[in-house]
């Protein structure tokens, strides 16, 4: 990851320290904890959350988080199984295809 937050200048828009990735400590998906520890990391609860997956396992993570917007990414072909799955509200085949609106959502409450 330090390859990547560096020469990425990943810094610029994320602060490293709450950068979640697959440490080899916590379960892997479907285990909610990844998504779970994001969440914390952020200050949100796990409903106030978007997550993008392109993967059942992801997926099936996202929704036992209680993820509140999980988007599936996939191909054409794919769409009609991904929209299948618990919890997907939305399925794309890119993301420039991303619902801006949902992250903006809660400022328009205000």
């Known amino acids: 990851m330090a390859f990547f937050i560096q020469h990425l200048d990943l810094a610029r828009w994320f602060d490293p ?3 979640v990735m697959d440490n080899g400590v916590r ?5 909610p904890d ?3 520890q994001a969440a914390q990391n952020l200050g ?3 409903g ?3 997550v993008v997956e392109d993967s059942h396992s992801g997926i099936a993570a996202a929704h036992a988080a209680g993820i509140g917007h999980i988007i599936a990414l996939g191909p054409t072909s794919a769409h ?3 929209r ?3 919890g997907v509200q939305r399925v794309i085949e890119n993301l420039g ?3 801006t609106e949902i992250f903006f959502s809660k400022l328009n409450q205000l």
């Not at 379960?27 to 285990?31: D, L, T």
């Open 44 to 46: 949100l609860a796990p």
């Open 84 to 86: 299948q799955r618990a």
């Open 27 to 31: 379960p892997g998906k479907p285990a």
């Open 17 to 19: 320290a709450l950068i």
């Open 48 to 50: 106030e959350c978007v």
């Open 34 to 36: 990844i998504y779970l």
């Open 80 to 82: 009609e199984v991904l």
């Open 97 to 99: 295809q991303l619902p």
